[in-house]
């Protein structure tokens, strides 16, 4: 497989806070994951953080992240995948003290696709929460339509030591400072790039620097000029531009504070110097 090559650690500020690297699409790259890690370098991306969204294939997020010292993982199971077998409490457990899972998640609520009865979706979230407070991991948190529920469960179940991030945010500015007050980050993805998201950007401008995650939610929600293609982690950088326009600030501070903040949020994982 091709490594990625080396570069300096100060060329790689950007950090990918939330994708799928085992469910990439890899014709482009002749099949080889190591040559979308080489594109990301290229493209100025130091670390990845890698999703679980099932129990089924979490040991594949994990063969990635041991595989690759800048990628970390997490483990849980995503809110719509119902078929999917729920995670007890402690599996996630046993599974959060491998050193390279950082995170339970990706969890949640999600009423767009839910049916008539969500009930099953809260009876995981909450324990994914039990999982983040008994491990003192962060908490990666898919939302959508479900504000008030969402932020009501991690108040009720996480008992003011559950913090985290609502990954891909597309909600209001309310939710947003909301979750920010309970010690929630905001991660933002290529929506905001998108000619139908004024709203988001609106949010975006408004809200703390010092509170904001980047991601690339690859292979989905390719950022412009990417819209309609297979997404990859080096996409990461078109969010930093378009988020750094917004703020008002370089590319440069934008990409510096949101590693900051990454490294903070999920402070188990530790920077990979690059030679």
């Not at 090559?5 to 500020?13: F, K, M, N, T, Y």
């Not at 594949?60 to 010292?69: G, H, I, S, T, Y």
């Not at 991660?187 to 988001?200: E, H, K, Q």
């Not at 690859?218 to 080096?234: D, F, H, I, M, Q």
Request: proline share 6%; aromatic share 6%.
């Amino acid at each position: 497989m091709t490594q990625p090559a080396p570069a300096r650690a100060e060329q790689l500020p950007l950090v990918d806070s939330h994708c799928h690297l085992d469910r990439l699409d890899l014709k482009a790259h002749q099949g080889d994951l190591g040559a979308v890690l080489q594109a990301a370098e290229a493209a100025g991306v130091g670390h990845m953080l890698c999703i679980g969204v099932d129990m089924e294939t979490f040991p594949d997020v994990l063969a990635v992240a041991e595989r690759w010292p800048r990628v970390f993982a997490t483990v849980g199971v995503h809110p719509l995948y119902q078929k999917s077998r729920a995670a007890t409490l402690d599996e996630l457990i046993r599974h959060a003290a491998h050193p390279k899972v950082v995170a339970i998640g990706e969890t949640g609520l999600d009423y767009f696709y839910a049916g008539d009865d969500p009930s099953w979706q809260h009876e995981r979230f909450i324990t994914h929460i039990q999982a983040a407070r008994a491990t003192g991991l962060p908490l990666v948190v898919h939302t959508r339509d479900a504000r008030e529920d969402t932020l009501a469960l991690i108040r009720e179940h996480g008992g003011g030591e559950v913090r985290g991030v609502l990954h891909c945010f597309t909600e209001n500015l309310a939710m947003a400072e909301a979750a920010i007050e309970m010690g929630f980050m905001i991660s933002i993805s290529g929506i905001v790039t998108f000619n139908n998201a004024a709203d988001l950007r609106d949010v975006v401008k408004v809200l703390p620097v010092e509170s904001l995650l980047i991601e690339t939610d690859s292979p989905w929600l390719a950022p412009v000029p990417y819209r309609g293609k297979p997404n990859e982690p080096r996409h990461v950088a078109e969010v930093a531009r378009c988020v750094a326009g917004l703020k008002g600030m370089s590319v440069a501070a934008l990409a510096a504070q949101t590693r900051a903040n990454f490294f903070s949020l999920f402070n188990k994982a530790q920077p990979v110097e690059v030679l």
